[in-house]
């Protein structure tokens, strides 16, 4: 245990985000975990580590008694007296024990502790880091595509981790190489299973992409209301501008769609209806079924209403199969009954 090994502690601190004082717990762990495979599980141990004289001890405890009844544990008064006149009925008895004089099998259950803490010291640095960016959008390179379950192998700043085939935007293709945007929906900290769990096709990434796309909504000028989504087809997000000089469907479109076109080549060619966001019900049901043209909105309950457009308009107000419809209902929680004129 000498200064390289000291070195390597803060090297581990350094490069993976281990902490040092978790690895010193770890070691501490793995020389008590040898020293009892050496000399018995009821043996007395203390393990001292001295990061300041990058220096480590191991020190075998026997408590000073009248009558030895476990020489593992005790030690007797005329004993000790010997090696000191200090010692008294009741004190304890220290003896250093040298970790290179463990024998092999001891010293590999000690390796074995210490590879293991290394390792839940890495995942807990990830879990940590991924946790700082929860329900955001993080950029990755397609590291490996495996091709019989179709998930992929990212490498992100944190380290690897996997984009399921069922969280990415069905039809789309990855290459080694290829750098994508991921929303980083859920940290696992339990101790199995995968660290995090990162999406493609979460309506949270629709919504943080036109965070970054567009300063308005950056800036708190614009809001978003609401998002839904059938990844691969069609997204209905819901804007609203708190300053009436500022239009939210515009602000969000751009000069020449530039930032409505970056997000929908992101996506992967997926349409994106902007909806101007209302308190007003029949309003808000209107601009929902975009790209539709409605005649009229009539409420029927507190959370249905009937939708009045023209015949041209009926199949694009449904959508197909229904998706349309199904959308801008999810959008403003409204039981959605639509009747040609």
Same mark, same amino acid.
């Given at each position: 245990?000498?200064?390289?090994?000291?070195?390597?502690?803060?090297?581990?601190?350094?490069?993976?985000?281990?902490?040092?004082?978790?690895?010193?717990?770890?070691?501490?762990?793995?020389?008590?975990?040898?020293?009892?495979?050496?000399?018995?599980?009821?043996?007395?141990?203390?393990?001292?580590?001295?990061?300041?004289?990058?220096?480590?001890?191991?020190?075998?405890?026997?408590?000073?008694?009248?009558?030895?009844?476990?020489?593992?544990?005790?030690?007797?008064?005329?004993?000790?007296?010997?090696?000191?006149? +200090?010692?008294?009925?009741?004190?304890?008895?220290?003896?250093?024990?040298?970790?290179?004089?463990?024998?092999?099998?001891?010293?590999?259950?000690?390796?074995?502790?210490?590879?293991?803490?290394?390792?839940?010291?890495?995942?807990?640095?990830?879990?940590?880091?991924?946790?700082?960016?929860?329900?955001?959008?993080?950029?990755?390179?397609?590291?490996?595509?495996?091709?019989?379950?179709?998930?992929?192998?990212?490498?992100?700043?944190?380290?690897?981790? =996997?984009?399921?085939?069922?969280?990415?935007?069905?039809?789309?293709?990855?290459?080694?190489?290829?750098?994508?945007? =991921?929303?980083?929906?859920?940290?696992?900290?339990?101790?199995?299973?995968?660290?995090?769990?990162?999406?493609?096709?979460?309506?949270?990434?629709? +919504?943080?992409?036109?965070?970054?796309?567009?300063?308005?909504?950056?800036?708190?000028? =614009?809001? =978003?209301?609401?998002?839904?989504?059938?990844?691969?087809?069609?997204?209905?997000?819901?804007?609203?501008?708190?300053?009436?000089?500022?239009?939210?469907?515009?602000?969000?479109?751009?000069?020449?769609?530039?930032?409505?076109?970056?997000?929908?080549?992101?996506?992967?060619?997926?349409?994106?209806?902007?909806?101007?966001?209302?308190?007003?019900?029949?309003?808000?049901?209107?601009?929902?079924?975009?790209?539709?043209?409605?005649?009229?909105?009539?409420?029927?309950?507190?959370?249905?209403?009937?939708?009045?457009?023209?015949?041209?308009?009926?199949?694009?107000?449904?959508?197909?199969?229904?998706?349309?419809?199904?959308?801008?209902?999810?959008?403003?929680?409204?039981?959605?009954?639509?009747?040609?004129?």
């Amino acid at each position: 245990m000498n200064n390289e090994f000291f070195a390597a502690l803060e090297l581990l601190e350094k490069e993976k985000g281990i902490p040092k004082e978790y690895m010193i717990e770890k070691i501490e762990a793995a020389l008590l975990s040898a020293f009892k495979k050496e000399y018995g599980n009821g043996t007395n141990v203390r393990i001292h580590i001295d990061e300041v004289k990058k220096d480590v001890r191991v020190y075998q405890q026997h408590e000073v008694v009248e009558e030895v009844e476990d020489p593992q544990t005790q030690i007797s008064l005329a004993d000790a007296k010997a090696i000191s006149k +200090r010692y008294t009925v009741g004190k304890i008895v220290e003896t250093e024990v040298k970790p290179k004089n463990f024998r092999r099998l001891s010293a590999a259950a000690a390796k074995s502790v210490i590879i293991q803490g290394i390792r839940e010291g890495e995942r807990r640095a990830m879990q940590e880091a991924y946790e700082n960016k929860r329900e955001e959008i993080i950029t990755a390179t397609v590291d490996k595509v495996d091709f019989e379950t179709g998930n992929v192998l990212l490498a992100t700043d944190d380290g690897r981790a =996997v984009l399921r085939y069922e969280e990415q935007i069905p039809g789309e293709s990855f290459y080694p190489g290829d750098k994508i945007k =991921v929303f980083v929906q859920e940290v696992n900290k339990e101790s199995k299973g995968p660290i995090v769990t990162l999406s493609r096709s979460h309506a949270g990434l629709v +919504r943080r992409m036109f965070e970054l796309e567009v300063p308005e909504i950056a800036d708190g000028v =614009v809001m =978003v209301k609401g998002v839904c989504r059938e990844a691969g087809s069609r997204t209905k997000i819901a804007v609203y501008s708190r300053d009436p000089d500022v239009d939210p469907v515009g602000a969000c479109i751009g000069n020449r769609s530039m930032r409505i076109d970056s997000i929908v080549e992101e996506l992967r060619g997926e349409k994106v209806d902007i909806v101007k966001y209302s308190e007003q019900p029949e309003e808000f049901v209107a601009a929902a079924l975009s790209p539709a043209q409605v005649l009229e909105v009539t409420m029927t309950a507190e959370r249905a209403c009937r939708v009045l457009v023209n015949p041209d308009q009926l199949s694009l107000a449904i959508g197909k199969e229904g998706q349309n419809v199904r959308l801008a209902a999810r959008l403003t929680g409204m039981k959605i009954d639509i009747k040609a004129e």
